[in-house]
């Protein structure tokens, strides 16, 4: 093994050096101990992390609308709060890639029901119970489920094949009923269905039997179809019932005589987030308007 050993006026040829550098020209001074700064920070790993941090800064970029859009079943964490909805809750938590799916007929009202409704939310709130008119009116032939982003395709398709040989026909309407959802968050004033129950049984047949090939909840039971009018947040069973005679009052005394609300069962329609899918029904041996 070699071995070098500096000599004394080696160390005196350093010491004189360094002093050199400190007391000389500032110029050269400074051009030195930068230079000796520069060889300390490559041998110091932790101002080499530094330096790397300050090379590649650590701020994320905003992601581009155009890709946010190609989302928009991503739903920002504001929206799930309740406030934002009037006090409405989930019946389940929103999952990234879950569309809240469900089936029904459409209902287009007429212009007598604008004044029926606002007789109907009027008695209602002189009973101590204050309403929201329901925004879109339908009939439900699903329950709302929680539908795979891939899997709105495959189950669109089943709905469209089981439903080829359906008939169209015409229901009507004009009982009120008091209906309360499972979580007991909202309360609903609804207009039953007198008939077509039949028809409307044999369409629940078809969408349960897509939702049990996709392991979805089916239908009720013993389902009260019906037509959902009105709501508020909360269980108001009790007190709606209370006065469920004078709404259905307002509902049989309505101007010319009772009130029917007829639907034409003619397109049944699927919403799975913000898209609406459409199925006509075979229109061969129509079944016409019910007696009222």
């Known amino acids: 093994m070699l071995v070098g050993y500096s000599s004394s006026s080696d160390d005196e040829t350093e010491a004189g050096g360094e002093d050199a550098v400190i007391t000389g020209d500032s110029k050269s001074a400074k051009y030195h101990e930068k230079s000796r700064q520069d060889k300390d920070d490559d041998d110091c790993p932790s101002t080499k992390k530094q330096k790397s941090e300050e090379i590649y800064p650590t701020t994320r970029l905003p992601i581009p609308g155009c890709l946010l859009a190609m989302f928009p079943d991503d739903v920002d964490p ?24 469900y089936v029904y007929f459409p209902y287009q009202p007429e212009e007598k029901f604008e004044e ?55 229901c009507s309407a004009s009982r009120l009923k008091v209906y309360c959802n499972a979580e007991k968050t909202r309360t609903f004033l609804g207009m039953e269905v007198l008939n077509g129950h039949t028809h409307l049984l ?27 009018l009105a ?30 609300m007829c639907l034409d069962c003619t397109e049944l329609r699927c919403r799975t987030g913000n898209k609406t899918f459409r199925f006509s029904l075979d229109t061969t041996q129509y079944q016409g308007p019910p007696n009222k």
């Open 78 to 101: 504001q929206d799930e709060d309740s406030l934002l909805h009037g006090g409405r809750v989930r019946s389940f938590k929103h999952e990234r890639g879950n569309w809240a799916t």
């Open 231 to 260: 709501w508020c947040v909360g269980d108001f069973t009790a007190q709606l019932r209370k006065c469920l005679q004078e709404l259905q009052n307002v509902v049989d005394n309505h101007e010319e005589g009772p009130y029917y």
């Open 202 to 228: 044999d369409l629940i047949r078809v969408v349960d039997k897509t939702m049990i090939e996709f392991h979805l909840n089916t239908f009720y039971q013993d389902p009260s179809f019906h037509v959902s």
């Open 116 to 170: 029926l409704m606002e007789e109907l939310l009027s008695t209602a709130a002189a009973f101590g119970v204050i309403l929201n008119p329901q925004e879109e009116l339908h009939l439900s032939l699903s329950q709302t489920v929680a539908l795979k982003h891939h899997w709105i395709l495959p189950f669109t398709q089943s709905l469209k094949a089981g439903l080829a040989r359906c008939k169209r026909f015409v």
